[in-house]
């Protein structure tokens, strides 16, 4: 059967694979094989074990949409990172969101920064008074 993760960044994953274990905190585990019936679930914070031949991958996944409809399990998420092992793929979405945080603070920073100065602009320009 075939998977396809996709995240607002693009396509993660599109394989094929022998089985696929959903993990959510919310709606617990379970497992899709070949010939599954439809079913259509979500993740709220989890992940996909994949296992293709011999190899197993995991994807962490957060709030994610899971569709399976003959043999094509497809994954919409917020975010989704992985990795050879659960451990690597959550220290993988840790570390990339920890990034994303730091370049937000800075934009933010400069946000600000650059208000401030248009603030001041506006005043020395007297724009907006009567």
């Given at each position: 059967m075939n998977i396809v993760i996709v995240t607002p960044d693009g396509?993660?994953?599109?394989?094929?694979?022998?089985?696929?274990?959903?993990?959510?905190?919310?709606?617990?585990?379970?497992?899709?094989?070949?010939?599954?019936?439809?079913?259509?679930?979500?993740?709220?914070?989890?992940?996909?074990k994949l296992t293709q031949g011999k190899m197993v991958f995991?994807?962490?996944?957060?709030?994610?949409?899971?569709?399976?409809?003959?043999?094509?399990?497809?994954?919409v998420s917020q975010d989704a990172f992985i990795g050879r092992s659960k451990e690597s793929a959550f220290k993988n979405l840790n570390d990339i969101r920890s990034a994303r945080n730091e370049e937000n603070k800075k934009r933010n920073i400069e946000?600000?920064?650059?208000?401030?100065?248009?603030?001041?602009?506006?005043?020395?320009?007297?724009?907006g008074q009567l």
């Amino acid at each position: 059967m075939n998977i396809v993760i996709v995240t607002p960044d693009g396509e993660l994953y599109n394989e094929e694979v022998n089985s696929v274990i959903i993990s959510s905190a919310n709606n617990g585990d379970y497992e899709v094989l070949k010939d599954h019936l439809p079913i259509v679930s979500t993740i709220d914070t989890g992940y996909i074990k994949l296992t293709q031949g011999k190899m197993v991958f995991y994807v962490v996944v957060i709030n994610g949409v899971v569709e399976n409809i003959n043999n094509k399990l497809t994954v919409v998420s917020q975010d989704a990172f992985i990795g050879r092992s659960k451990e690597s793929a959550f220290k993988n979405l840790n570390d990339i969101r920890s990034a994303r945080n730091e370049e937000n603070k800075k934009r933010n920073i400069e946000l600000a920064k650059a208000e401030r100065e248009l603030r001041k602009q506006i005043k020395m320009t007297g724009a907006g008074q009567l």
